[in-house]
């Protein structure tokens, strides 16, 4: 495995640390949770590789591998969103941001997490939630050829001028 430079980890725990504030706005727990506490509880395979808590993919910690499917992301089994405390009347009952509740994620199982949980109702959302095994899957289809100029003369006529 390679081990993680000072820089994934710096990048790691910037993450953790605005997920914790995130939790502080919410009102739920906000634990001050350490990278390496995290690090020492994923999931690993022999060779050491962290792996993702979902899928069981070997995750990439490369700052530099923004797109990549495997790239090591913070997820919550209970995720942080407006709905984890509906009104600051209600008791507590998400578990908030605790080291218990977050674990590794790749990137894929992250979005296709956070889009099915936070917006099961938002179309849009769903559209573009990546699906596992469907590369492209994504994007949006292309709406077909724009109407050309004798489509619109065609158009005018049907009319009758
Ligand atoms: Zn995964």
Known sequence: MTPLTPEDIARLQKCLDSHRRKANKLGVPADDVRVDDLLAKSLRD??????CK???CVLCFNPDAVREDNKAHI???HHLSGKARPSPLEPITHPGHVLSNIDLQCKLCNETDN???VAPCNAKARKMTPVKGRPNSGSIRSRGKLPTKADKARWLASKGG
């Open 46 to 51: 022999p060779d050491g590789n962290h792996l």
């Open 54 to 56: 979902t899928c069981g």
């Open 75 to 77: 997820g919550h089994m």
């Open 115 to 117: 889009h099915q949980t």
